[in-house]
Structure formats: C-alpha cells, structure tokens
C-alpha cells in the first residue's frame, strides 16, 4: 500500500508536467529537470531512511518517510511560485526515497527465503497499480474546464492549467496509511536482535562501515552501479512513455492524444503489475541473477520496437496503431519495470543485517539518484538538432526512448559481476 501511493505521488508530475510548465512559464526541458530535483532528493532519503531504519528500526522510518512525502505532495499544490513548488519537490523526494530503504526491508526481513522473491515482487508490483491510479486521476482530472480555481489568490488562470493543483492535493492520502502501519507492523525479528548487538558491542556507525569493510565495499559499488543504469532506463522510460503517447506524430509521438495516450498507459502498467509479480515467483525457482538478466535483455530489445510504433504499424498495413500499443505496451510494462522486484531480494541477500538498511539505501538512492539525468537527456534527445527522418517523418521522440535500451544492456553486464543469491539465510 506504501509503494503504491509513493508511486501515486511521484508520477502525478509525469502526466501534469505540461500544465504545470504552463502555470509557471518555463520549458519543458526546465519542467524535466524539476522532476529530476525529485528524483536528486530521494537519493538522498534514501540513504538517511537507510541509516534510519539500522537504528530506530524499519516500522518507524517507514512511517515517518510516508508523512514527508504525503505532506509535501499536497503543499505543493498550493505553489504560488516556480521557487515554493521546487522545495516541496526536494522535500516530499527525501520521504519518497526513504520509503523504499525502509519498505523494503521491512519486507525481506519478515518473509522466509523461500517465499522471499514472491513476496518483494507482489510489493514492488505496487508501483504498477500507483501508476494506474495516477494516469486515472490525470485522465479525468486534466482534462475538465467545469471548475475554476480563480478563489486561489496566486492562481489567475483557467481550470484546466491550474487542474494539476487538484490531482497534486490528492497526493495526501497516504498519510492515513500510517495509522495502519503503527497499529499493525511489527520489526522483524533479525532487526532485534542485531539492534540488541549493535547496542551491547557499540558497534560503530554504519554509513562508514560499509565503506570500510572488505566485505561490504565491493557489493555496495556493483548495487550501486546496477541500480544507477536500470533507473536511467526505467525513469527515461516513464517519464517520456505517456507523453510519447499523447504528443502529435509531427513532434515524434504516437499521436493519441492526452486522454487516450494517458490511458494507455494502464495497460502498460497491467504489464507491470504482472511483471514484478512474476519476477518474484520465477527468481525463487531459476534465481535472482539469471531472472534479473533476462528481463534486462528483453527490455533492450523491446524498447526499439516501442520507440518506432507509427513506422511499424504503417508498415504492416492490417492492425490498427492502438491495437498495436495494446498489444506493446504491457509487454514493455512487463519487463522494463518487472526487474525492479529483483532489488529487494538481491540486496537484502548481499548486506548483513547490522547494515543492511544503511547499505540498501545507500546503493538504490544514489541509482535513483544518478537517474535523476534521465529526464533531461531523454529531453534534450528528443528536442535535438540531430532529429532524424524515416521515409519523411520526425521520430525524435522515439529515439529518446531507445536511449533506455543503452542503460539496459550496461545493467546486465555490471549484473554478470553480482552472485547468485537464492535460498539465502539472512545473518
């Protein structure tokens, strides 16, 4: 339910970023980079949600990650400047990374080993439905003129621009789920027991430990590494997939326009639902690494396809564009977000527990981190001077995409490096 309505949150931007460009008057390379300030934040959440969790324990930092980013979501909703609205961002981002850090392991600490793989992958499938929900939110909030918000004291424009303050106040909603978590999640037993080491042996801090130690170092630069290149593809992706959809075919899009290319994107993300579930349940039967491996080399070669779509669909003549994106698109939702559910299982197996929390959210948040120039160079792709032709027509938007492919393909490589960790006792 947490990553669920973090990804809500988060991805409310992705469908309302041209209407908030509008309100603000800035570009939509500088609307991208706003974006990326969020992703920047939650690296950083994620490390302190990390550190947190090894010390107070993984219920109360997830709590505490799950008011910031509900809080913020929905006082940036009532921005009255370009300045206010890129403080909530940075703020709600250091909730929405500490969310996973703290989330995660909550998880993989609660569940055997054997059922380890399929239970992270039915949380990380979450972010498949948070993505639904915000592309039905966007789909019937953007779109409307019946209101108008002219009330406000700082906003002096019509419904429909201003439409994106509403879908962003709805982001307070999670903030309820916290008293669900206080009232009903334990801390696993393995935390308890190493915070009661931690406290007889005055174990030192684990942010450093997990540089200094031999046995530790190596994996965090390899998760690091991985986590860096799979979020370069997937936020390229997500960030640019529904605007892909709706954009004109004049500007490298799909032309499907706001309404139908926003709701295309639930059936990409049905895709992704199964994907991370599936994940889940093949990794605790092949293994996490030759599971991770394959998904990463689908996307590598699905992306292409999905990037030249209108090329296609003309070129085969006998099925329609949506029956095509139809067809598509939870194929790609499958495996470009399906590998997300092997970082739960393979870093809770790699770290020892004293520092898992600090070691896991160190190595996921500074990928997400490094993603944050995703945005921006898929922007700056797309909009290039280096836009090419195919038999007459711009597909600069479609090129961007495939720059995911890139990411993908260095992902597996730095995965080959990594054991194999199925069937893995926690220490």
Not at 6 to 28: C, E, H, K, N, P
Not at 53 to 68: E, F, M, P, W
Not at 164 to 172: C, K, Q, S
Not at 305 to 319: A, C, E, R, Y
Request: proline share 4%; hydrophobic share 55%.
């Amino acid at each position: 339910m947490g990553w669920t309505l973090d990804a809500m949150d988060l991805l409310l931007y992705v469908f309302a970023f041209r209407f908030i460009a509008q309100t603000f008057d800035i570009s939509g390379p500088q609307a991208a980079l706003l974006f990326s300030i969020t992703l920047a934040s939650s690296a950083l959440g994620g490390m302190v949600f990390g550190i947190i969790s090894d010390y107070v324990g993984r219920v109360k930092a997830l709590t505490y990650s799950i008011l910031i980013y509900s809080f913020f979501t929905m006082l940036s909703a009532f921005a009255p400047n370009i300045l206010f609205f890129v403080i909530c961002r940075f703020l709600l981002g250091l909730g929405m990374g500490g969310e996973w850090a703290s989330g995660e392991i909550l998880v993989a600490e609660s569940w055997p080993k054997e059922h380890r793989g399929k239970v992270v992958g039915m949380v990380q499938s979450g972010w498949g439905f948070g993505f639904i929900f915000a592309a039905l939110l966007a789909t019937f909030v953007l779109p409307i003129d019946t209101f108008n918000l002219n009330w406000i004291p700082f906003v002096s424009t019509d419904f429909p621009i201003e439409s994106w303050r509403v879908l962003f106040f709805l982001g307070v909603i999670p903030a309820f789920l916290v008293f669900y978590v206080r009232r009903v999640c334990e801390e696993p037993e393995v935390w308890k027991k190493s915070a009661e080491v931690r406290k007889q042996t005055k174990q030192e801090f684990t942010f450093f430990e997990i540089f200094k130690s031999d046995e530790i170092r190596p994996m965090v630069i390899k998760a690091t590494l991985l986590t860096s290149f799979c979020m370069l593809s997937y936020w390229g992706l997500s960030y640019f997939v529904p605007n892909y959809l709706a954009s004109p075919i004049s500007e490298g899009g799909a032309g499907l326009g706001i309404v139908k290319g926003f709701g295309f994107t639930i059936p990409l993300n049905i895709g992704a639902i199964l994907g991370c579930i599936s994940f889940g349940l093949i990794s605790d039967k092949v293994g996490r690494k030759t599971t991770f491996g394959m998904y990463l080399i689908i996307v590598a070669l699905l992306v292409p396809v999905f990037g030249n779509i209108v090329t296609i669909q003309k070129f085969l003549g006998f099925i329609s564009l949506e029956a095509l994106i139809l067809i598509l698109a939870p194929l790609l939702g499958f495996f470009a977000t399906g590998f997300y559910s092997g970082f739960g299982a393979i870093f809770a197996e790699i770290f020892p527990t004293r520092a898992r929390g600090t070691a896991q959210g160190f190595s996921y948040n500074v990928g997400r981190g490094a993603s944050a120039i995703a945005p921006p160079l898929f922007a700056f792709i797309a909009v290039s001077s280096f836009t090419f032709l195919f038999n007459g027509e711009v597909i600069g938007n479609g090129r961007a995409l495939m720059t995911a492919s890139i990411f993908a393909l260095c992902a597996f490589f730095v995965l080959l490096t990594l054991p194999e960790t199925k069937g893995k006792d926690l220490d």
